[in-house]
């Protein structure tokens, strides 16, 4: 009689566990785990031959430098640019930082601060630091100098980026004429 004893207690500790298991499964997915499954993807793969979503190809047009120069203003630009004091100094006369000192940059030549050691990139590229340069460096440096040293991913509102360009245009003894003006 001890032998058909012995295989209902194999059978019972068999069912045992496995309804432990089974019961642990639907407790961790019902009461601890409950993953947010988006109503919306998030990311929207067209097939091959389709067109994509009319969202991405519809971005709105940025104003030229020259209108949005003419509503920026300087204090607010002076409060963007507080980003920029990690790498740079905006006094007259202030050292270099990790980045140049940028009194002065508006118009000046690419590369005009003395004693300071540009990227290969910035000093072989030439011309001055004009509107249109600025706002195209400050909104993207790497796309607009490869290879420069800046490692700052760049300021992606436009009204900012005139901002803070109206602030740099401030730093000078004499300030650089806006743009057709």
Known sequence: MASSLEGNKIAGAILTAGIIAVGSSVLTHEFLYKPHVPKERAYVV?????AAP???????????????????DVERGKAAAKKCASCHTFEKGGKNG????????????????AGFA?????TGMG???????????????????????????????????????????????????????
């Open 118 to 122: 540009y990227s290969a990139a910035l």
């Open 46 to 50: 067209a097939p091959a031959g389709e």
């Open 127 to 181: 011309g001055t630091w004009d509107y249109e340069a600025l706002d195209a460096f400050l909104a993207n440096p790497k796309a607009y100098m490869p290879g420069t040293k800046m490692s700052f991913a760049g300021i992606s509102k436009p009204d900012e980026r005139a901002d803070v360009i109206a602030y740099l245009r401030s730093l000078a003894d004499r300030p650089a004429p806006l743009p057709g003006g």
């Open 98 to 113: 990790v980045g140049p000192n940028l009194w002065g940059v508006v118009d000046a030549p690419k590369g005009h601060v």
């Open 54 to 72: 009319k969202e991405a190809a519809a971005a709105a047009p940025v104003a030229p430098i020259a209108v949005r120069l003419a509503s920026a």
